[in-house]
């Protein structure tokens, strides 16, 4: 059976990263700090494990943000990251020829703000002709409005909500995979609450 072409492989996708800096992180509202750094974290594992292209980009980084946050530095460190002078990626010709050499027209977006940085850019790709998926587990707005008004205005031209548990779910979406099978199923494990915590207590019931 041919899966539908609606949903994310491993082969049709890259993750896009924005601003997840401390600077911008302070002023988060829609989520709590701490659970959205743990939900990108999760989410970069995820790209990760599965071979994705990255692209990542920060802006006022010698200023107000910051760096890339530590935790997300920490699993990429010779990653090549794209610093910004303005609020959109896609009026930055380096961060435009970064996600075209991709080669992939589903682009996962997570990070801050979900009002400026995230929307300009999910809004700008889809009009280049990019499906654009919004990780909104992995995203942060000023306030929860915000952030929610601006999920509602990218999903009105046709961006996709998704969490990054759904990703991982859906990369894998087959536990026989055997090549991806445990670094999915570690990302869940770590991450992922009850339902890892259920992961990993069936497999140490599990006979050996």
């Known amino acids: 059976m041919n899966p539908s072409e609606q ?4 082969q049709n996708c890259a993750l896009v990263m924005l601003d997840q800096q401390a600077g911008l992180n ?3 509202q829609s989520i709590d700090r701490q659970l959205l750094i743990n939900n990108s974290v999760a989410l970069l594992e995820t790209a ?3 071979t994705l292209p990255i692209v990542v980009s920060t802006s006022a980084s010698k200023v107000y943000s910051g ?3 530590p935790d997300l530095h920490a699993l990429i460190p010779d990653q090549d990251i794209i610093e910004r002078k303005n ?6 010709p380096a961060g435009v020829a970064a996600i075209t050499a991709t080669g992939r027209k589903k682009l ?3 990070g801050m703000l979900t009002e400026a940085c995230i929307s300009f850019a ?8 990019y499906q654009c998926y919004v990780v909104a587990d992995a995203c942060g707005g000023l306030t929860k409005t915000g952030h929610e008004l601006a999920l509602h205005r990218m999903a009105a031209r046709g961006a996709q909500m998704t969490s990054w548990v759904q990703v991982v779910l859906e990369l894998q979406r087959d536990w ?13 494990e770590k991450n992922a609450g009850g339902y890892g915590a259920g992961l990993r207590y069936a497999r140490q019931m599990l006979p050996k």
Do not use: Q
């Open 7 to 10: 949903l994310l492989t491993p």
């Open 26 to 28: 302070f002023g988060v």
């Open 48 to 50: 990760l494990t599965f």
């Open 67 to 69: 760096p890339l946050l």
């Open 87 to 92: 609020m959109n990626i896609w009026e930055d």
């Open 108 to 110: 996962l977006f997570s």
């Open 122 to 129: 999910v809004l700008s790709a889809i009009e280049a002709g």
């Open 176 to 188: 026989t995979r055997k090549e991806t099978y445990d670094g999915a199923r570690a990302v869940i």
